[in-house]
């Protein structure tokens, strides 16, 4: 029983133990980090890839419905002025509307992650150089 109450330390003697200047693996859980943030951020890029070709085909489908049906008032003597309003009211071209800004959404959200993993790279980045500047002189 005295060996155990001799090794006794009280927790406020262990707990406040000056910080590593390294940090807990030595940097190396801030290097994986900011390795998954640039895979990260690669994948974004591919997804804006695929999600601004979407959009773009959205888009072009958008446009073609709209003036099909413009072409198609216009022929039926409509009034011009009337024709972008009445247009609109067709359902494949709201339709094709409607796709178009789900993909324009799609892309913007995309474009963002990729932003937001770069952020976060950088503060990362930031912190390993941090590190590894206050690292003591040999």
């Known amino acids: 029983m005295d060996d155990e109450l001799s090794t006794y330390v009280p927790p406020e003697l262990y707990m406040t133990a000056a910080p590593s200047a390294v940090g807990t693996y030595g ?5 994986a980090e900011l390795m998954e943030l640039m895979e ?3 994948r974004g890029v ?4 695929e999600t601004g070709c979407q959009f773009a085909r959205n888009r072009q489908a958008y446009e073609i419905a709209k ?9 039926k003597g409509t009034r011009v002025t009337v024709i972008p309003s009445l247009v609109q009211g067709y359902d494949d071209v709201n339709e094709a509307r409607m796709l178009k800004d789900s993909a324009e959404a799609l892309y913007a959200a995309a474009k963002e992650a990729v932003n937001v993993a770069k952020l976060k790279a950088r503060i990362v980045e930031a912190q390993i150089n941090r590190e590894w500047y206050q690292q003591p002189q040999l």
């Open 46 to 49: 591919q997804d804006m890839r």
């Open 27 to 31: 940097g190396q859980g801030d290097y």
């Open 67 to 75: 003036a099909r049906r413009t072409l198609e008032e216009y022929m």
């Open 40 to 42: 990260r951020a690669e």
